[in-house]
């Protein structure tokens, strides 16, 4: 599908369709004469994901003119011009039109185009249908008489598009077609294609290395892990900053020994929307060129059991040093993020953001709303509270008390994988990871509640969401 900007007139846009926000109170009357009868039949109110087509509309070339509902003016910002493009997009694409022309801003043509692509992502990839009859070819993002230099507002709407899908297809890969190594390889032929540089640590390297946690979570399984390791680094980069992406990449969790309910498990594929999230942000950082350095570290394994699984009761050593008393096999996320926290800190990362479907005492927390955000540094935290305000991803503060520490005892290693009861099961896990994460400014994203769509939306398909990545492209983007 090309995506192209248009400073055309409406009216002289030779499209099978031309959409138009239509707010709420403020239909475009003078467009159409047909638009004030949609109104005053109660046809059309402008109402978020109404809709009304005028076929063959006089004075257009534009096959039909769509008016789609985007709701009050007052509060139409990126977030809602997002969702109103990608509503629009996905209800006309399901009509088997092959253009159309989408009326914007200025100021929202890079979430229009976003929501476009977005909308346009389905998570059937791997039907056997030869041709999907719904493509559509063509789609212009029209600005009357706008200004070229919204090349750049373009560029990056389609930048951020391409992360979030191609994070969202990593998560909705099964476990038998992306185990670690293959999530190594499609990430080598990304970071080429991007410019980025790719590392990938095997599990002889990390056994040299004594990357230990990661490794008591993989041994249950006959797919080695691997570490993953993007750089980007500018030509000239910001002084005394480099941001680390450190993100959970469990290509598939079945719990290990301590074995999940088979109610649902087949969605445990997505254990490595962390990781997933870390590598889309990537491929976007290396198209819109930030000034800082970026190094995304996605420690990638199969928790299975198995004969050589590990065993609750076992003590493992973790690359700082520290050892963990595994409590609980299910709470194999954290095991491996504290590995690629230190190795992410031993190759400079001044800064660190992770991000995880850790725990689902998160969802019971938030709900499917908000991810929940920790931090043991308030300034980075703010920065990216701002970035996820602007992106339009949600998530809220927790708090990290020194009380929560304490529910994290062991009488035979430094610290249990989990706490000894229920409560506060999202929190005892951040407190967890900040033991190794220490001084170093860190803020851990739990995404577990929002990584996945149960029930698709207007302007979403149902699936891997791709969160996160937004919010971490403009951590980087906006960073002085």
């Known amino acids: 599908m090309k995506i192209e900007l248009s400073f055309s007139a409406p009216t002289d846009l030779e499209v099978d369709a031309l959409v138009v926000p ?16 949609l109104e005053r039949s109660g046809e059309m109110r402008g109402k978020a994901q109404e809709m009304a087509i005028i076929p063959e509309p006089a004075g257009f070339r534009a096959k039909r003119l769509v008016l789609a509902g985007a709701g009050p003016g007052a509060k139409f910002a990126a977030a809602e011009a997002r969702q109103w493009a990608g509503a629009a997009f996905r209800s006309l694409k399901a009509k088997g039109l092959k253009s159309l022309a989408i009326q914007a801003e200025a100021g929202h043509v890079s979430a229009v185009a976003e929501g476009v692509m977005l909308g346009d992502w389905e998570p059937d990839g791997h039907k056997s249908r030869k041709e999907d009859p719904r493509a559509v070819d063509q789609v212009a993002v029209v600005v009357p008489g706008g200004d070229p230099s919204l090349d750049g507002a373009l560029r990056r709407g389609l930048a951020l598009a ?3 899908n191609f994070a969202r297809s990593l998560a909705n890969e099964p476990g038998n077609l992306l185990p670690p190594r293959e999530l190594a390889a499609r990430t080598q032929r990304m970071a080429a294609a991007e410019g980025l540089d790719c590392e990938i640590l095997d599990e002889a390297k990390l056994r040299e290395l004594g990357f230990g946690a990661l490794l008591g979570v993989a041994q249950g399984s006959c797919q080695p892990p691997v570490l993953i390791v993007v750089r980007y680094v500018p030509p000239d980069p910001l002084p005394d900053v480099h941001l680390g992406l450190v993100g959970k990449g469990v290509t598939f969790d079945t719990g290990g020994i301590s074995i999940k309910p088979s109610d649902g498990m087949e969605k445990m594929k997505y254990d490595m929307s962390g990781g997933a999230a870390m590598l889309g942000a990537m491929l976007a950082i290396g198209r819109l060129k930030p000034a800082l350095r970026v190094t995304a570290l996605v420690p990638a394994v199969e928790n299975m059991p198995g004969g050589n699984a590990q065993r609750p009761g076992d003590i493992v050593t973790s690359l700082a040093g520290k050892t963990v008393e595994v409590l609980n096999t299910d709470a194999e996320g954290r095991l491996i993020l504290i ?3 230190t190795y992410a800190k031993r190759l400079g990362c001044t800064h660190l953001v992770d991000a995880a ?9 938030l709900g499917p709303v908000r991810a929940g955000a920790f931090t ?9 509270l701002e970035a996820a305000r602007v992106q339009g991803e949600k998530m809220w503060q927790m708090p990290m008390d020194d009380e929560y520490k304490e529910m994290l005892q062991s009488a035979s290693a430094d610290l249990p ?3 000894g009861g229920r409560l506060g099961g999202s929190i005892t896990a951040a407190k967890f990871l900040e033991a190794w994460a220490e ?3 860190w803020v851990h994203l739990d995404i577990a509640n929002v990584a996945w769509i149960d029930d698709g939306k207007p302007w979403l398909a149902k699936g891997p969401s791709g969160y996160g990545v937004r919010t971490l492209v403009e951590l980087a983007c906006s960073w002085k």
Do not use: C, Y
Not at 22 to 37: D, I, N, R, T, Y
């Open 439 to 441: 001084t170093t400014p």
């Open 357 to 365: 479907t850790l725990t689902g005492a998160i969802g019971v927390a």
């Open 376 to 384: 043991n540094d308030q300034p980075l935290m703010d920065r990216v």
């Open 417 to 419: 994988n989990i706490s």
């Open 22 to 37: 239509a707010f709420e109170g403020a239909l475009p009357k003078s467009l159409h004469p047909w638009v004030g009868e």
């Open 339 to 341: 590995d690629a926290i």
């Open 162 to 164: 391409a992360g979030q």
